[in-house]
């Protein structure tokens, strides 16, 4: 039995350098505020070993028994990588080795197949003090006038995450994108609210930086924009979610667990120097009053959405998404269509939709922070003079048309006119310009 076993062994030692090389068919780079990823495609797994250099600086990934498939083009430069290039060692290793600008700080890990690509070896560059390279931009104090609402606006997936692919191609990364950039352009144009858009280009941040990125902002909501795929392409319409119970208590656990080591502030209060009774306390009402105000301007998103497309359900789901968990921003998830559905593919693809879909999410936004805004805010000072900036009016939940007519002295009819209205019906939310005069 034991010579037996000698020989499957010898058998197998023999056979094993037979097995095919692995091969490098792709080399893609993106660079973005968080840092820079990029990705080998592999063949087949492969053992690897990275280490970095300085004078110059430089990244040096060595993948064992591999080689550059025929044809493979190797990227250009971007961020902080200068340049890319390769050579095969005499001992069958590929040196991959990336010039630097800077120094960095780089790590790697391998990824199993998924639908898209096959093995890959991804190689992340952070900067050298760790920190992001673009700082975000911070809330402005109050002046007097009132500070702006921050809304931040997360473009799902990016860089080597494509999201899901339409049967036409069209990739989840690239619309959400434009999508967030149509409702940053609308929020930016909105008096009394400013922007933030997470992610302003096709890189990847981690879904934890994504939470950090709006908390540093102090972010006042956080809409985090994606679209849906099923197999059956048949299914169809828009979804909006908030963060289910189960991971909320999860989230609090987690951060009672590790506020020791993050400089975790919740509602202005440090955690680290409190017991963790207290710590669990403040961070589940913390997470209780975003989670109310979540399903509120949830509910005001389905109610504008469904005026231009189709809702696969009305009222705001729950799921533990980890962009959810932010336990002092009210955080919602927009999938704003089917990807996989041919028709919505199409619809996700045009301009005109997109920016349908962005004015919805605006107004359902604004329905209600006109409604509810935070007192230190330039809305709830407006508000309480009954205008969002002199000459516009924000309709309020009791508002009449008639109504509104007589507290600024105009005729009813002037007031149609002047908003092209071809009736008296008004929407919470909804922005009236007051005319200069009475008209007719």
């Not at 290039?85 to 069958?92: H, M, P």
């Not at 930016?188 to 934890?208: A, K, N, S, W």
């Not at 109610?303 to 729950?318: C, F, I, L, P, W």
């Amino acid at each position: 039995m034991r010579v037996y076993a000698l020989l499957i062994a010898a058998l197998c030692a023999l056979v094993a350098p037979l097995a095919p090389a692995a091969e490098v068919d792709g080399v893609r780079l993106w660079a973005g505020p968080e840092g820079t990823r990029v990705v080998l495609d592999l063949s087949r797994p492969a053992e690897h070993r990275l280490f970095t250099l300085a004078d110059p600086h430089r990244v040096v990934i060595d993948i064992s028994g591999s080689s550059l498939a025929s044809g493979t083009r190797l990227p250009s430069g971007d961020g902080p990588v200068s340049g890319v290039r390769s050579a095969r060692q005499g001992d069958g290793t590929l040196r991959v080795v990336l010039d630097l600008a800077d120094r960095v700080q780089a790590s790697s890990f391998l990824l199993p197949p998924n639908e898209t690509y096959g093995h890959r070896l991804v190689i992340d560059l952070g900067n050298g003090n760790g920190n992001g390279s673009e700082p975000v931009r911070r809330a402005r104090a109050d002046d007097g006038r009132g500070r702006d609402l921050v809304i931040a606006i997360d473009a799902g997936h990016g860089g080597e995450d494509p999201g899901a692919i339409g049967r036409g191609g069209t990739r989840e990364k690239d619309v959400v994108l434009a999508i967030a950039r149509e409702l940053a352009k609308l929020v930016e144009d909105e008096p009394g609210m400013r922007p933030v858009l997470i992610r302003d280009g096709d890189y990847f941040i981690p879904l934890r930086g994504r939470i950090e990125r709006a908390r540093a902002a102090q972010a006042d909501l956080f809409l985090s924009i994606h679209a849906d795929a099923y197999f059956n392409q048949n299914a169809r319409g828009a979804t909006v979610y908030m963060l289910s119970q189960g991971g909320a208590s999860d989230e609090v656990a987690r951060r009672v667990a590790e506020r020791e080591n993050a400089a975790d502030l919740v509602g202005g209060v440090r955690l680290s120097d409190k017991d963790d009774m207290l710590a669990s306390v403040l961070l589940d009402l913390s997470q209780t009053a975003a989670l109310s105000v979540g399903a509120s301007v949830g509910q005001q998103l389905i109610n504008e959405m469904g005026r231009v497309t189709r809702m696969r359900r009305d009222s705001v789901q729950r799921a533990p998404f980890v962009v959810l968990k932010s336990p002092d921003i009210p955080s919602l998830l927009v999938e704003t269509a089917y990807i996989s559905n041919p028709e919505e593919e199409r619809g996700l693809s045009d301009r005109a939709h997109q920016r349908r879909l962005a004015r919805a999410m605006l107004n359902g936004v604004r329905g209600y922070f006109h409604e509810n805004p935070p007192s230190d805010t330039y809305i709830a000072r407006m508000r309480e003079r009954g205008l969002s900036e002199p000459g516009r009016y924000v309709v309020s939940r009791g508002d009449t048309l008639s109504g509104i007519a007589n507290r600024h002295n105009v005729s009813l009819g002037a007031l149609r006119n002047e908003n092209n209205l071809a009736d008296d019906r008004i929407r919470v939310g909804q922005v009236l310009t007051i005319p200069t005069s009475s008209g007719g």
